[in-house]
């Protein structure tokens, strides 16, 4: 086995917080109980819609919102690792795959340490590859230091084998 081509992608996403103290917040398909929700047409989980992005962009296929359009109702309040799955199933399907993704994630709340195993348990099970998630925190500076939103930085990796059969 050979590798014959390597592809990195970045992906990106931020999401305010959401004013319905109803609405949960996802991070990573992790559920944090108590927290403020994000605002997104989907269930606006920053670290799955980034990693998806960093997918999409390493194979050259297009952005989220190509895919996933918030205009279309059959998006509305789905499971970003829905999302996360198709789109690792499209990356597969052109031939690559998948060698890890390394997020970093800015938020002054919630802390993610005590979740972190978890959310990279099912990030890493959905695209069948290593996903890690870093914290980070802004501080107090600008938006996100004022706990306004969250926002994750993705960059994936991904590789073409080639099988060769020695005979």
Not at 35 to 48: N, Q, V, Y
Not at 91 to 103: F, L, M
Not at 110 to 132: I, W
Request: hydrophobic share 40%.
């Amino acid at each position: 086995m050979s590798i014959t081509g390597v592809r990195v992608g970045q992906g990106f996403d931020i999401h305010r917080f959401s004013d319905d103290p109803n609405r949960p917040l996802v991070l990573g398909g992790v559920t944090f109980e108590g927290e403020r929700g994000l605002e997104g047409h989907s269930d606006a989980d920053a670290i799955a819609h980034a990693c998806a992005d960093a997918l999409l962009g390493a194979a050259g296929l297009g952005d989220i919102g190509q895919h996933f359009p918030d205009t279309d109702p059959q998006w509305k309040g789905v499971d970003s690792l829905r999302l996360l799955d198709h789109v690792a199933m499209l990356v597969r399907a052109q031939g690559w795959v998948i060698g890890n993704i390394d997020c970093s994630v800015v938020c002054e709340q919630p802390k993610l340490a005590p979740r972190r195993d978890e959310m990279q348990q099912k990030l890493s099970t959905v695209t069948g590859a290593p996903v890690s998630v870093k914290g980070r925190r802004a501080e107090g500076l600008g938006a996100l230091g004022r706990q306004e939103g969250i926002a994750c930085w993705a960059v994936a990796v991904i590789f073409q084998v080639e099988n060769r059969s020695e005979v």
